[in-house]
């Protein structure tokens, strides 16, 4: 059991913290100080931990070339042994409190240096002014963050008379108590034991034996609900829960504004706080629910049980086929809970799990989260070989060992398989695939896909590197992508789109929006189309009229998901800016400019109207929830290379205006060459913010080399 005893004041030692990394894995580890001499703290260590790092201070930069090689001298530091860009991928706050849940309902105890460190890491995030939580770190609080987050500071062994659980269940109960959580947070509260089964709406398994062919069959859902579907509805059929403890029946009283046992169970499927649903029910989610609820109260027997036969084997395969990694966050500590009830915690299937549980726990200086993946390995280190490649930098004898081990790491994390049985568990074909975060978790990405493959294409065209990535393996990248274009022309995440649009509206999380379906992106549309042009350079005979139709298909479409004011809608990252970049970085492959294209000037006319005072660009994250561009108090370093990088693509004219935010970027750099953390920058399911923090490195590095490619030389006054 996790340790259950007052909340302790002493927390660790930040200098005794460790990040190993190997084949893409990152995990933390905390030493004795007799292990910590042998192992001394790398740059990336002290980093992360917001230790000192001694680097020294670089001349100042005349021009922006000389602010890149600044910048880029810094980050080089932090360079992983093999090869990668690590980071945190944090920022939710439904992320942490479902590893701590499993691992109490479990029977596991959490090392007493990544308790403590987490409960840092809850006490330090919780709103300050009222202690509450909320769906991520910048928004306000919430019954979804501050259920969850109080129960798990609880069970990490926070007493519930510390002044931070008073202050946050006065709020909780101010909020509408725990009655009120949404779908997910009913949920885990089930399984914990400390809310009722009969108070959340149905997750029937009996979904996975119906026919595929029908439009609303899991398997056309998007693939991260249906991943986190496929647990609940496996643990929700047999109402599994933890065994009861006193802290249990403590949480019973404490997480409500009336006694336990006089709750009406029923009538709280449907009551979730008003203010933090973004997605109400429809009327045919409510129809279904119904249903569902009169099925429950009579289920066969035996078709229950075919159907939990059925999810166990989807869970299988999803353990195997990722290595028991999982694919995100959300259904990792599911699966494992699953492990659990259906095999006990003594099983090689649990250990396996437990073991892969450290893939995701990021340290750093505000103390111990869940990350949103394992990590963003891939995606980051791509992103960074591009940019020095592109703007001259990776020719200079200093950059030249980062890059063989960035295109050393690149290398060895193409997917070279595909997913056992892919059919029956609803997958695609992997093969020759990049994901997010590294090879052994096992699942396509489309612009990953991409991303990875123009920097591997760009680094090996330099003389001093090798060339392990052989052309049939990018002919197998190519396949991968082709196949993922849909019939409006652009590209999803991971699969096809699936499914009807209709399917969105039997959305049951209500606390996020568009996650029913893949849809396409401006972001994955320009991305691949981008590498299959790279590609096309490099061998321009193979499958040329396939990649001729997808670029005509592509094109239109990201042309049509031009809002009418010239944006593009962000979906990966904050917002308008973010897609903006990539709408016009597509159109420019093909030759359309501010000069020659309607298009290309509408969107740069947008991003101009956006320009701050002060010469740089910011979006706040109320742009993803509103669809309305929303201006952050404060221009932000990241944006503001989005805004250039996509004005200087576009061939903007007025350069004085550019040079504004270039000089912007560079007033923010350290003497050291770093930019400092500002805003959060990345965003899922339009409600959901999640940290990017390697942005701030690459894309300011990335915009100010740019610059001078694009300008040329010379010191902007």
């Known amino acids: 059991m996790p340790h259950s005893s007052p909340l302790t004041l002493n927390y660790t030692d930040l200098t005794r913290w460790r990040l190993r990394t190997e084949d893409g894995r990152q995990t933390w580890h905390y030493l004795n100080e007799a292990e910590a001499e042998k192992w001394p703290q790398t740059a990336a260590d002290k980093y992360w931990l917001d230790l000192k790092l001694n680097s020294p201070t670089l001349p100042k930069p005349r021009t922006p070339l000389d602010a890149a090689r600044n910048g880029l001298k810094f980050y080089q530091q932090l360079q992983c042994e093999d090869g990668h860009f690590a980071g945190a991928y944090g920022g939710p706050h439904f992320l942490t409190p479902g590893y701590v849940i499993t691992m109490y309902i479990s029977k596991q105890t959490i090392p007493e240096p990544m308790r403590v460190e987490m409960i840092r890491y809850l006490l330090t995030t919780a709103n300050k002014d009222d202690g509450g939580w909320g769906i991520h770190v910048a928004g306000e609080s919430t019954v979804f963050g501050t259920t969850l987050n109080y129960v798990a500071c609880r069970l990490l062994g926070v007493n519930r008379d510390h002044p931070a659980m008073v202050l946050a269940r006065g709020t909780l109960h101010k909020l509408g108590s725990a009655t009120a959580v949404p779908a997910w947070g009913k949920f885990w509260l089930s399984a914990l034991g400390v809310y009722e089964y009969e108070g959340m709406n149905p997750v029937p398994p009996e979904l996975w034996l119906l026919p595929y062919a029908l439009p609303f069959h899991p398997g056309r859902w998007w693939i991260h609900t249906r991943m986190v579907y496929l647990p609940m509805s496996f643990i929700y059929a047999q109402r599994l829960k933890a065994d009861d403890t006193p802290l249990l029946e403590q949480l019973r009283e404490e997480l409500y504004t009336q006694s336990y046992d006089s709750i009406d169970w029923p009538k709280q499927c449907n009551n979730v706080a008003a203010a933090e649903v973004f997605y109400p029910h429809t009327k045919l989610l409510d129809g279904l629910n119904t249903i569902c609820w009169m099925y429950e109260k009579c289920s066969p027997r035996r078709l229950r049980k075919w159907a939990v036969d059925e999810a166990w084997t989807q869970l299988q395969m999803e353990d195997k086929n990722t290595s028991y990694g999982n694919l995100a966050s959300v259904n990792k500590p599911l699966n494992m809970l699953c492990t659990y009830f259906k095999l006990g915690n003594e099983c090689e299937e649990f250990k396996q799990h437990r073991e892969h549980t450290l893939d995701y726990i990021w340290m750093s200086e505000s103390g111990m989260h869940f990350n949103g993946t394992d990590g963003s390995q891939v995606w980051d280190t791509a992103f960074f070989c591009q940019a020095v490649c592109e703007v001259g930098l990776a020719n200079e004898p200093s950059c030249q060992d980062t890059i063989k081990r960035a295109l050393e790491f690149l290398d060895t994390q193409q997917i070279r398989t595909d997913p056992e049985n892919h059919t029956r568990c609803y997958r695609d074909l992997t093969k020759g695939a990049w994901p997010f975060s590294r090879r052994a978790q096992g699942y396509t990405v489309s612009d990953c896909t991409a991303e990875a493959m123009k920097a591997v294409l760009s680094m090996q065209d330099l003389p001093y590197t090798n060339k392990n990535v052989t052309p049939d393996r990018f002919r197998d990248a190519v396949d991968v992508m082709l196949r993922m274009q849909n019939k409006d022309g652009g590209f999803a995440t991971y699969e096809l789109t699936r499914g009807p649009t209709l399917l969105e509206k039997i959305n049951p999380a209500e606390v996020f929006g568009d996650i029913m379906l893949e849809y396409s992106y401006p972001e994955c549309t320009t991305a691949v189309l981008l590498s299959l042009k790279a590609f096309r350079k490099r061998q321009p005979n193979y499958r040329s009229d ?172």
């Not at 923010?668 to 990017?692: H, K, M, S, T």
């Open 546 to 717: 396939a990649i001729d139709t997808a670029f005509k298909h592509g094109l239109r479409y990201i042309k049509k998901a031009q809002r009418p004011d010239g944006s593009w809608f962000g979906s990966w990252a904050i917002c308008f800016i973010y897609a903006t970049w990539f709408g016009i970085e597509g159109l420019s492959a093909v030759g359309e400019t501010y000069e020659n294209s309607g298009t290309v000037r509408k969107a740069c006319e947008f991003l101009v109207s956006k320009q701050q005072a002060d010469g740089g660009w910011g979006e706040d994250y109320k742009s993803c929830e509103t669809g309305v561009f929303h201006h952050h108090a404060q221009s932000q370093v990241v944006q503001t290379a989005w805004a250039i990088l996509a004005l200087l693509a576009a061939q903007y004219p007025d350069k004085n205006l550019i040079a504004r935010g270039i000089k912007l970027i560079m007033s923010r750099q350290q003497p050291d060459g770093r930019w400092n953390q500002e805003g959060i920058e990345g965003v899922f399911n339009r409600n959901a913010l999640i940290a990017y923090p390697n942005y701030k490195f690459i894309f300011p590095i990335w915009a100010l080399g740019r610059w001078e490619s694009e300008v040329g030389p010379g010191v902007i006054a």
